[in-house]
């Protein structure tokens, strides 16, 4: 009996299960509704105008307000989950971050992962797996790729020889990672009419033209997580990785209780950001990211930023991009910007994010 | 003033308010959107495709992703509430029970309930109430047509003399209740082409053919309550029942907390049921069903299932209806299948479901 | 640095900031869907039939189901936070509070203010700002126009020496406040067919001719706040006012934990008062309420109504308006009408609402 009992069972893929040039086709796919736009406001307090109004929007040349980038971002991360983390015990990065065309209430989001690299570990028991993971929308329009890299389990009954470890380790293949997103793969769906900017609907004065590289900006603002919220935003997302559901699992756990989805902490930011960021219209490209540190419920989120870059946008006046760097720190307000030197690690920092933004000039 | 002040109010009916025959007629009436099934995934983290997926939809005939069967049973359940199960004491079982044409945002279900059986309890105190709940959507078809067993509690003043008791309670009728729905009285909504059924993007390759009865399936994950969740659901079904609700009378109640609704841990053991039965495309009937035992924030549900059955369906080669018995437990991991023996009472049981559901053939 | 780093940030208006006759035009513009509709309903669980169902809201003369009141009052005022209450001690009052033209899923509001009143607090530190509140909608109509009344903290830097603030004070201007929305100015987007109300569909037999001035209504039921519950309403609304969202700052304040933003309280009431003024189709004027003391996280709340008027509608036989006292407790039930005496503060009270509703007639 144990063998028909087990065989439909889902139990993840672990290290040994990848192969560098394996294709991943995640399921299911999901329509995206303006039930998920308002728990995401709900969620996150986000008050980015063009994803809050359609005439707003409608002035930047779209034809409804888009999906918020970073709920984008989850819903094509969480279809991967089940191939491709569900053993995972980190994440460890991402690089080469691009957002493609705008997703709207309606569309319809599909996520394939390749695998781009494997490295075993000398502990025997995990490995490094590098995906380069795709979102596309019912016209088979890219919505986001990404490249994301995990510490994956072995399978335990494999990790019991060095010999036999050695054996079933496959080929290190450890694949180049874009160190940023080249300006000229930024898209940029936006047109403007000069000076047609609303901002005084769109709460803040600044444009691209006012942020200097080097500036920072402590976002203020706290947010206290709750057990209730990170789960439900992770379900939204149809992410199924067990340590953010299971109590009874995690109390015997290394942390003794649930762990909030890094994503959670993301979305955190950068509703906080608006404090500071209110015109930047979108995440056109996230460059690297690294949680540094869990965070769990009871945790409250801050934010600060720095203005790592502006750039111009080929052959557009009306937009420019700003790349920036998003600290976020857990009980630790940022006025004097915690994590500033990022070679010296701070206990309380807890996302590390390198990502650009479309803002209007001028 | 007294009369005055209280005659607004409805205090739900007593068990003695119930005739055999009543109809009662449900309050209000509800329009399902596409909110209320963002909110559904977030709660249960449901991954089914066809209820995910628009596209997915429509590829097995259907003109969009339809409303998930038991968010239906939960919408029509929950306007019978304030009519039948305000002053109930324990929601006893649920016996033939069919879903009919499916639901889609935008359609308005309402609930209708026929009393078909009472039965005074020797103590006095209570008795029995047997419906039959039917929901319909907006051109009258029906949705929904169950059975459920409601002990309910008699009027307080009436409760004094055992003479009283005798007088005032109605003929026993104890109605005929179906084992089961026939296989012929299912409703099959997809038309499927032959080998069309996507199984990479429905997350699972098994079909009807590959489940065997007998086969026994452990579910694996399992998930955690949070008071905000339960009553985040029970709400959404605009469920009244006072014990979820109210902390402030429940610390002096029966068990010192709020107690889940039961329907509640029915959708997290559906959702945990996809990592084995995928392709489970909605469930078309309840056969029987029995919360074994209560369930309270903070529990973690596990939940297995058996297949009991295997039904071709009536001039149909390409969907076929299994039998399932799924346990859910609360604190307990079902890999050893808690519960197994129906006849033995597991304290860790806390749901014991017998239904039916359509899948895919080869 | 210190300059270029704190300039981008809303550190929201101090009491010194205001003028009278001053325009604040708040941000963003926010287009309501159906996912904003089911979310109010699981926070709430409303079960007003006229804003469930899209056919019974058809049978009342409207296109479709039209949002809850208390909705659109949240969005309107969620826009003025960032402007006017960031810096806000207490939310003294409301008054001539009136609903426009109803809201439906699709509709965009945006808020506007004028400053009418400004009285500095005689402690140097604080000061009472009065302003007039707009929502309107994509077409420019007025959905819900309303006075508020907040205690706002003056600058910091500013409040050293006493003639310094006598210097920086403004001139008093304590406005007019109406006592009542005159019956005239209510909005009624009705039309009713003589007896073509359905009292089976919408809950309740009885209409505003069954309601006497005086009667007193205890709404029975109490629903207990979560922290998850009342902070994911609040950014629902984006109501980004500090206090709601942030415990690392809270343990360390005047109670030691987060509150709950005062309208949440107001729609716990208004959907508690179902029972017993289900028929109440919308609020259609606010004519003055107080918060009369905070709420937390794990408070019960209940309510109770008193009728203070009955007013025909100019030209309208078909519905009527009901002027309601509803108060609202926390931990304590109202069958005995805690706070009856409103000149005798009850601790148990924490919301004090005068408002009118819309009834059909007979």
Not at 333 to 350: I, Q, R
Request: charge should be neutral; glycine fraction near 8%.
């Amino acid at each position: 009996m144990t063998s028909k009992t087990t065989v439909k069972t889902n139990v993840g893929n672990f290290f040994e299960d990848f192969r560098v040039g394996q294709h991943l086709v995640h399921a299911p796919p999901r329509t995206v509704t303006t039930g998920e736009v308002a728990l995401y406001t709900a969620l996150f307090g986000s008050r980015f105008a063009v994803n809050s109004s359609d005439p707003f929007a409608q002035a930047l040349g779209l034809p409804r307000a888009p999906v918020d980038s970073m709920l984008i971002f989850h819903l094509v991360f969480g279809r991967t989950v089940a191939d491709i983390s569900l053993n995972a015990i980190a994440n460890l990065g991402y690089a080469g971050g691009v957002f493609g065309v705008p997703v709207y209430p309606g569309d319809t989001l599909s996520s394939d992962s390749r695998v781009i690299g494997l490295k075993a570990n000398k502990d025997g028991k995990t490995g490094v797996v590098y995906v380069r993971s795709t979102g596309v929308n019912q016209h088979g329009q890219t919505v986001l790729d990404y490249r994301r890299w995990v510490m994956v389990k072995r399978a335990v009954k494999k990790a019991v020889k060095e010999r036999d470890l050695d054996a079933a380790a496959p080929e290190t293949v450890v694949p180049e990672l874009p160190a940023a997103v080249p300006v000229a793969e930024l898209h940029c769906p936006y047109t403007l009419a000069p000076g047609s900017f609303d901002t005084a609907r769109s709460g803040a004065e600044f444009l691209w033209d006012d942020y200097m590289v080097g500036e920072r900006i402590d976002h203020v603002d706290g947010t206290t997580i709750e057990e209730a919220e990170h789960m439900l935003a992770t379900r939204l997302y149809q992410n199924t990785a067990k340590v953010h559901f299971n109590q009874h699992v995690e109390r015997e756990g290394r942390f003794g209780k649930r762990i909030v989805y890094g994503g959670h902490v993301i979305s955190i930011a950068r509703a906080l950001s608006f404090n500071g960021l209110a015109n930047a219209l979108n995440v056109a490209a996230i460059h690297g990211g690294r949680h540094s540190a869990p965070s769990f419920a009871g945790d409250t989120i801050y934010a600060w930023s720095e203005i790592l870059g502006k750039d111009a946008l080929p052959g557009r006046s009306d937009i420019g991009a700003l790349r920036i760097r998003t600290v976020a720190t857990k009980d630790r307000a940022c006025h004097d910007f915690p994590g500033l030197d990022a070679t010296a690690a701070d206990p309380a920092v807890v996302l590390d994010l390198d990502y650009s933004v479309l803002m209007p000039r001028r």
